[in-house]
């Protein structure tokens, strides 16, 4: 009887610091996910914030299984009614962007005064086309979110981007016909927004002041 008392009392013991020690396994394991997930937003927060647009890069392109990410993060962007209603093109074909390069330069001469230039890309060995549906009332923002999404996962794989506003009259041209035809764009759709890829060649710039009055709540 006293050995069966003692045995209780043991496995009460066992019990109650097996109780402790899951206990305490428990408050870890809760830490570690708190400041996993502290980590995350961190990492998240400090690419939006140090994410640059790049006008200087190396020569070779983007590795294209890295350009496949960033294409897998652009399509999961929020889109209205989720239509996904966009069209994207990658080229790194470097007979696409001296074509292009030389129809711009004959139309914009002063390209070729800019520091260092090789290509109208911003010297980008990858570009990016994304175009929209001609009906479509969202193609604009749509377009926007997925190209935010792309530089972003660009920039957490430390590739650089550029949006390309002028590029988008140039393809338009009628000199420029052959390689908007080389896109194979869905019919209907029409070329909103073009980006530069590639690795930085230097440091990023730093970042120009931002008004932070323009955004604030209203009571």
Same mark, same amino acid.
């Given at each position: 009887?006293?050995?069966?008392?003692?045995?209780?009392?043991?496995?009460?013991?066992?019990?109650?610091?097996?109780?402790?020690?899951?206990?305490?396994?428990?408050e870890c394991a809760e830490k570690e996910?708190?400041?996993?997930?502290?980590?995350?937003?961190?990492?998240?927060?400090?690419?939006?914030?140090?994410?640059? &647009?790049?006008?200087?890069?190396?020569?070779? +392109? #983007?590795?294209?299984?890295?350009? !496949? $990410?960033?294409?897998?993060?652009?399509?999961?962007?929020?889109?209205?009614?989720n239509m996904q209603a966009w069209a994207?093109?990658?080229?790194?074909?470097?007979?696409?962007?001296?074509?292009?390069?030389?129809?711009?330069?004959?139309?914009?001469?002063?390209?070729?005064?800019?520091?260092?230039?090789?290509?109208?890309?911003?010297?980008?060995?990858?570009?990016?086309?994304?175009?929209?549906?001609?009906?479509?009332?969202?193609?604009?923002?749509?377009?926007?979110?997925?190209?935010?999404?792309?530089?972003l996962s660009a920039w957490s794989m430390?590739?650089? &981007?550029?949006?390309?506003?002028?590029?988008? +009259? #140039?393809?338009?041209?009628?000199? !420029? $016909?052959?390689?908007?035809?080389?896109?194979?764009?869905?019919?209907?759709?029409?070329?909103?927004?073009?980006?530069?890829?590639?690795?930085?060649?230097?440091?990023?710039?730093?970042?120009?002041?931002?008004?932070?009055?323009?955004?604030?709540?209203?009571?």
């Amino acid at each position: 009887m006293v050995v069966m008392n003692k045995l209780a009392k043991f496995a009460v013991a066992f019990a109650g610091a097996a109780t402790m020690v899951g206990c305490c396994s428990n408050e870890c394991a809760e830490k570690e996910c708190e400041q996993c997930a502290c980590d995350k937003e961190s990492a998240v927060v400090e690419n939006i914030m140090t994410r640059r &647009s790049v006008r200087d890069y190396k020569a070779e +392109p #983007v590795d294209r299984d890295q350009m !496949a $990410k960033i294409l897998e993060c652009g399509i999961y962007a929020p889109s209205a009614m989720n239509m996904q209603a966009w069209a994207v093109r990658v080229v790194d074909a470097p007979d696409f962007i001296d074509g292009v390069t030389a129809i711009a330069v004959e139309q914009m001469p002063q390209l070729k005064e800019q520091p260092n230039f090789r290509n109208f890309f911003r010297n980008a060995p990858t570009v990016a086309f994304i175009a929209v549906p001609d009906e479509s009332y969202s193609g604009e923002f749509d377009s926007g979110l997925l190209a935010e999404n792309m530089m972003l996962s660009a920039w957490s794989m430390g590739i650089g &981007s550029c949006c390309l506003g002028s590029v988008i +009259p #140039v393809m338009n041209s009628d000199a !420029a $016909k052959p390689y908007l035809e080389r896109l194979n764009l869905p019919e209907g759709y029409h070329l909103q927004i073009a980006i530069a890829f590639g690795y930085p060649a230097g440091e990023a710039p730093a970042a120009p002041a931002r008004d932070s009055s323009k955004a604030y709540y209203i009571e």
